[in-house]
């Protein structure tokens, strides 16, 4: 097996990662090293109340804790991010931690440069209803620095993008819904604390919904339109601890280790593009997870795509551990996509769209055209020019 370290420090673009378990109880140091006073702690109630991972978090801030905003959803609600930002404001916060999965990492990034857009909740859904869209977050001179602690495999921890749902507070994430986006250079956080003994207070099946969203960051980053040997270094190495690794989440107990360090390593300049668009066409219609989204999809997604394209399948290959010798081009296609089922099997995940309880069939051609307009199938492998039609096929071989 690959070897790894029992703990380290990296700067990533001057966001520091720091890994290690047991390493959530430097943070309140590591805060007063950067002038950090009152730290909010943003989380979803779940997380809020899971005191096997809130008592380690509180314990390590110690005396920087200022509050809990335990108020993000799944749907990444903007209205979410204002409730946290006068929570901020009553608790004279001087920086943000964020603990949990995707969508609290989300809200704290926008939060953390929310802060001075200067737009209202009311301004945003006027912007919706008169434009039809919203522009991007713009920011200004004021930013709340903002550490993310992870327990999830989602893999968007070092990110300056992503968005937020724009919808009354009583409106679910369902229909043609509007976005604002998070597009600012001062977004990603200051610090991503990756501590294994955190990851293992998160429910199974929560953390295997986030291990496909993950997962696929490896997959995709590979076959993207732009690799470099340096992402495909990264991206190779933390597929392989993340193959070896989910299939033994609970049983092995160096498991939960090796796959925080390949979630790591597949998001290190990740090039998200097809996987991840239908993720998000389908994540705009329903409140569903986009991992599980993921596992569903993926294989007819890489089947799809093999079927049009090279896809670089013998590094895929590699990543995955297959032995290609003697292999055709077409055999060492259905390899990878085997190995992908089995590692998604593993984590006992659904496999049809139609065990999903608010997905439609007949709604494919509106997901397929949310696919075709979302920014990441632009990264797709070159070569690859998806029609609507094509991808509405892909949904209905997954139902």
Same mark, same amino acid.
């Given at each position: 097996?690959?070897?790894?370290?029992?703990?380290?420090?990296?700067?990533?673009?001057?966001?520091?990662?720091?890994?290690?378990?047991?390493?959530?109880?430097?943070?309140?140091?590591?805060?007063?090293?950067?002038?950090?006073?009152?730290?909010?702690?943003?989380?979803?109630?779940?997380?809020?109340?899971?005191?096997?991972?809130?008592?380690?978090?509180?314990?390590?801030?110690?005396?920087?804790?200022?509050?809990?905003?335990?108020?993000?959803?799944?749907?990444?609600?903007?209205?979410?991010?204002?409730?946290?930002?006068?929570?901020?404001?009553?608790?004279?916060?001087?920086?943000? +931690?964020?603990?949990?999965?995707?969508?609290? $990492? =989300?809200?704290? %990034? &926008?939060?953390? /440069?929310? #802060?001075?857009?200067?737009?209202?909740?009311?301004?945003?859904?006027?912007?919706?209803?008169?434009?039809?869209?919203?522009?991007?977050?713009?920011?200004?001179?004021?930013?709340?620095?903002?550490?993310?602690?992870?327990?999830?495999?989602?893999?968007?921890?070092?990110?300056?993008?992503?968005?937020?749902?724009?919808?009354?507070?009583?409106?679910?994430? +369902?229909?043609?819904?509007?976005?604002?986006? $998070? =597009?600012?250079? %001062? &977004?990603?956080? /200051?610090? #991503?604390?990756?501590?294994?003994?955190?990851?293992?207070?998160?429910?199974?099946?929560?953390?295997?919904?986030?291990?496909?969203?993950?997962?696929?960051?490896?997959?995709?980053?590979?076959?993207?339109?732009?690799?470099?040997?340096?992402?495909?270094?990264?991206?190779?190495?933390?597929?392989?601890?993340?193959?070896?690794?989910?299939?033994?989440?609970?049983?092995?107990?160096?498991?939960?280790?090796?796959?925080?360090?390949?979630?790591?390593?597949?998001?290190?300049?990740?090039?998200?593009?097809?996987?991840?668009?239908?993720?998000?066409?389908?994540?705009?219609?329903?409140?569903?997870?986009?991992?599980?989204?993921?596992?569903?999809?993926?294989?007819?997604?890489?089947?799809?795509?093999?079927?049009?394209?090279?896809?670089?399948?013998?590094?895929?290959?590699?990543?995955?551990?297959?032995?290609?010798?003697?292999?055709?081009?077409?055999?060492?296609?259905?390899?990878?996509?085997?190995?992908?089922?089995?590692?998604?099997?593993?984590?006992?995940?659904?496999?049809?769209?139609?065990?999903?309880?608010?997905?439609?069939?007949?709604?494919?051609?509106?997901?397929?055209?949310?696919?075709?307009?979302?920014?990441?199938?632009?990264?797709?492998?070159?070569?690859?020019?998806?029609?609507?039609?094509?991808?509405?096929?892909?949904?209905?071989?997954?139902?």
């Amino acid at each position: 097996m690959l070897p790894i370290p029992d703990a380290f420090d990296y700067d990533h673009c001057g966001v520091d990662l720091v890994y290690g378990r047991g390493r959530i109880g430097e943070l309140g140091e590591d805060l007063a090293d950067r002038g950090v006073e009152r730290a909010l702690v943003v989380c979803g109630s779940n997380v809020g109340a899971n005191e096997e991972l809130m008592g380690p978090v509180r314990e390590g801030l110690g005396d920087r804790l200022a509050g809990v905003f335990d108020g993000t959803r799944p749907s990444k609600a903007a209205v979410d991010a204002y409730e946290g930002l006068e929570r901020a404001r009553e608790v004279d916060a001087d920086a943000l +931690v964020a603990v949990g999965g995707g969508s609290s $990492i =989300d809200v704290a %990034r &926008a939060m953390s /440069v929310l #802060v001075s857009d200067g737009r209202s909740m009311e301004d945003l859904l006027a912007e919706a209803k008169a434009e039809g869209g919203i522009d991007p977050i713009r920011g200004g001179d004021t930013v709340i620095p903002m550490v993310a602690v992870p327990t999830t495999f989602a893999g968007a921890d070092v990110s300056s993008g992503g968005s937020l749902l724009v919808a009354g507070v009583d409106e679910p994430p +369902v229909g043609e819904v509007n976005r604002l986006g $998070i =597009d600012d250079p %001062r &977004a990603p956080p /200051v610090e #991503v604390r990756y501590d294994p003994a955190l990851f293992e207070t998160t429910p199974p099946k929560a953390l295997a919904g986030s291990a496909m969203n993950g997962f696929d960051k490896g997959l995709e980053t590979i076959y993207g339109r732009t690799p470099t040997p340096i992402t495909d270094g990264t991206a190779v190495h933390g597929l392989s601890l993340l193959a070896e690794a989910f299939p033994r989440l609970g049983d092995a107990p160096d498991a939960m280790d090796r796959a925080v360090t390949g979630i790591i390593l597949v998001q290190f300049e990740r090039s998200t593009n097809v996987v991840h668009a239908f993720g998000h066409g389908f994540s705009r219609r329903y409140p569903v997870q986009q991992g599980v989204i993921h596992a569903i999809l993926v294989p007819h997604v890489l089947r799809y795509v093999f079927d049009r394209v090279d896809a670089r399948r013998d590094l895929l290959a590699r990543g995955l551990g297959i032995d290609t010798e003697g292999l055709s081009e077409d055999e060492v296609a259905e390899a990878v996509v085997d190995a992908v089922v089995e590692v998604r099997d593993a984590l006992d995940l659904p496999t049809r769209l139609r065990e999903l309880d608010p997905v439609v069939r007949g709604d494919a051609p509106a997901i397929a055209e949310f696919v075709m307009e979302d920014a990441a199938l632009s990264r797709s492998p070159d070569g690859l020019d998806p029609t609507a039609e094509e991808l509405e096929a892909v949904i209905h071989e997954a139902w």
